[in-house]
Nanobody, 126 residues
Framework: VQLQASGGGLVQAGDSLRLSCAAS????????MGWFRQAPGKEREFVAAISRTGEYIYYADSVKGRFTISRDNAKNTVYLQIISLKPEDTAAYYC????????????????????WGQGTQVTVSS
C-alpha cells in the first residue's frame, strides 16, 4: 500500500486543520492506522491510532481533547482533525499502516508499522 499524507500548512495558534492520509494500491480497511509527528530536533512521537473498523481509538496523552482520528474506508482515507493548534504542534505529521492485530498500548510503538506516508508539515505561528 502507498500512503499519501496531505493537509498541512502554515497556520496561526488557535486555528484548526484536518490532515488526510489517502491509501492506494490496497484497501485501507486491511490496516490499523496511526499518526505520528516529528518536531525539529526531536524524535518521532506517536499521536493517535485507529483500528480497521474504527471501533478502537487510542491517543497520546499530550493530544487528547484536541486531536481526533477518524477513517472512511470507502474513501480509503484516514483523517486527523486538530483544533486549537499550538506552536508546540509544529512538526511533520506522518500516517502509517499496520497489518497486525489491534493491541491497545502497543499501537503507539512505531516499530510495528510497516507502511509510512511521506509526511505533511504543520507549522503553527504564535
Amino acid at each position: 500500500v502507498q500512503l499519501q499524507a496531505s493537509g498541512g500548512g502554515l497556520v496561526q495558534a488557535g486555528d484548526s486543520l484536518r490532515l488526510s492520509c489517502a491509501a492506494s494500491g490496497r484497501t485501507l480497511s486491511s490496516y490499523l492506522m496511526g499518526w505520528f509527528r516529528q518536531a525539529p530536533g526531536k524524535e518521532r512521537e506517536f499521536v493517535a491510532a485507529i483500528s480497521r473498523t474504527g471501533e478502537y481509538i487510542y491517543y497520546a496523552d499530550s493530544v487528547k481533547g484536541r486531536f481526533t482520528i477518524s477513517r472512511d474506508n470507502a474513501k480509503n482515507t484516514v483523517y486527523l482533525q486538530i483544533i486549537s493548534l499550538k506552536p508546540e504542534d509544529t512538526a511533520a505529521y506522518y500516517c502509517a499502516g499496520d497489518t497486525t492485530p489491534w493491541r491497545s498500548g502497543l499501537v503507539a510503538d512505531e516499530r510495528r508499522y510497516d507502511y509510512w506516508g511521506q509526511g505533511t508539515q504543520v507549522t503553527v505561528s504564535s
